[in-house]
């Protein structure tokens, strides 16, 4: 009970974020983070009061994938100061759902980008935790529409690059970039065919050193690769650069790749349908969660479910009839 009457005013909360208050944001966050309904609540006012306003500022979302140790972490820091460098404030998200396990694998330890981490133009958040991938991918967006209202323009999502949280990310993102290791197939990197399809960036990484005609090689069969694909809705062919994070390397030409593609894709109006299209899908999405919540936190559904569940394990009933019956009382009952 002491929490609730400690709970910020969702509109003053709001000014803060919009005032640059990094307190402010990060407590915001951590309110869209929590289970706790009084938090949700509060988390969801915050969004429609900021959201009431829109952003002064065009925004860019990116998602960020890679196999581990292929250099995701170094280049978000040498791309993100870069980014810094030309007027941009840049926040930072993951999507990890194998975060709750591991204690946080992705952006859990900060000294992985030192820089970045602590300059005033940047915000870094790690991955948050939750049972599902929906419900963690949930919540990064939910992080992306409040980190944009605190002004930073252009939002980083990473993740590991091995399973499913790129879709998430790709959900709820602009630009697609994969990173890649020179003198490996997809095969070995552990990248799925589905994850270079999404791809409209390939960055072949470490390209320094020996590794420099291994990247090159690498390069071309990419380009090959993302060749031989379907067109993307988009119009957009995918690129495919190489360079080096550590030695800031191919960093301005993947930034001239990524306006390529936003001029691109702002002028033939599918940076903006794109967006729509996320949105409803996250509307679905939520609605989908509420229902779902709905149903099974219901004392009669329960009960109901219960009973015929017996029934069904038993060969009694149909599990259609027994899921109907289920539905009925669920219709029948006011929620
Ligand atoms: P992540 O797991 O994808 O985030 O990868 P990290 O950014 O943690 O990098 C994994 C390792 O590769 C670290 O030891 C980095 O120093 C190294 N690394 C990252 N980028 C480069 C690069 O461009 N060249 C070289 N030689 N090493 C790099």
Redesign the pocket.
Known sequence: MSNRRTLPDPGQLANAIRTGDRVALGRAITFTESARPEHQALSRAVISELLSTPASRQTLRIAIT????????????AFGLYLIEQGHRVAVLAIDPSSQVSGGS?LGDKT?MEQLSIHDSAFIRPSPSGDSLGGVARKTRESTLLVEAAGYDIVLV?TV?VGQSETAAHSMTDLFLL?LLPGAGDELQGIKRGIVEMADLLFV?????E?GALAQEARRHYANATHLLPSKPSGWAPRVLT?????H?GISELWSGIQAFVQLTRSNGYFEQNRQQQAAYWLKEALQDGLYQLFYTHDAVRQSLNAVEKEVLAGRMSPFAAAEQVLEVFRGSSV
Do not use: H, V, Y
């Open positions: 890679g196999a581990p140790g292929a250099g995701k972490s170094t280049l978000i820091e992705i992985r990473e690059g990173l990484n470490k390209a320094d050193g590794r360079g080096s994070a550590i030695e390397q």
